[in-house]
């Protein structure tokens, strides 16, 4: 018996209590108790009732190159992985918030270099930025800000170039990085064909 049927027949045993307690009790309070009892209780039948979405991680953005002709498809790429694998949107904002945790993002693409941004982004503590949104001496930002291109992030250098060039398109900024310069995806380890000869013997051996 799963746990939202056992909740269901607690919640219909309490709606039962209370419509005994108002058919054939007579005193004032008993009577008060069973009807609360039914609300109570009808109201947790409503609310098991409701389908439940499992609440799941963001679908990690496959980054494939082939896919990639224009800066503006880097781009697209690069809003992706901001929201998504990159995790950025859970400290930046892009626009004034009283709820920021980190700097606000919005124009950053045209106040600072490709440059500056990538070494943010690789050495975040290179330089510390204060928060001058509250009254007196500037203070440190609550949340500090993690290397993204080492765990439990792990961007890639391509993701990496992908985000700056989101974040010049958004701050209305001509995007300054080339197709030309994503890596090529590394192929994957071919099996040598030594080992796989010298397994031929082996299986026969053990057919036999």
């Not at 950053?108 to 930025?129: C, D, N, V």
């Amino acid at each position: 018996m799963s746990e939202v049927v056992r909740l269901q027949l607690i919640g219909l045993s309490v709606v039962g209590v209370g419509i005994l307690a108002l058919l054939f009790i007579r005193g004032t309070f008993i009577r008060v108790v069973g009807f609360v009892s039914i609300v109570l209780g009808l109201f947790t039948l409503v609310s098991l009732s409701i389908p439940q979405m499992a609440s799941l991680p963001p679908v990690e953005e496959k980054f494939d190159i082939a896919t990639v002709k224009t800066p503006t498809d880097l781009a697209t790429i690069g809003q992706k992985v901001f929201f998504s694998k990159g995790q950025c949107a859970l400290c930046h904002t892009i626009g004034p918030s009283e709820s920021a945790r980190c700097p606000d993002l919005k124009g950053i693409g045209a106040k600072l270099s490709r440059e500056f941004l990538y070494e943010s982004l690789t050495q975040p503590q290179a330089y510390i930025y204060q928060d001058y949104r509250v009254e007196g001496m500037a203070k440190e930002y609550p949340a500090t800000m993690p290397y993204i291109n080492k765990n439990p992030i792990g961007l890639s250098k391509n993701e990496i170039l992908a985000v700056i060039a989101f974040l010049q398109q958004m701050s209305g900024e001509p995007i300054s990085i080339a197709v030309s310069e994503l890596a090529a995806p590394e192929p994957a380890p071919a099996v040598p064909v030594q080992k796989a000869a010298e397994s031929g013997p082996i299986a026969v051996a053990q057919a036999h």
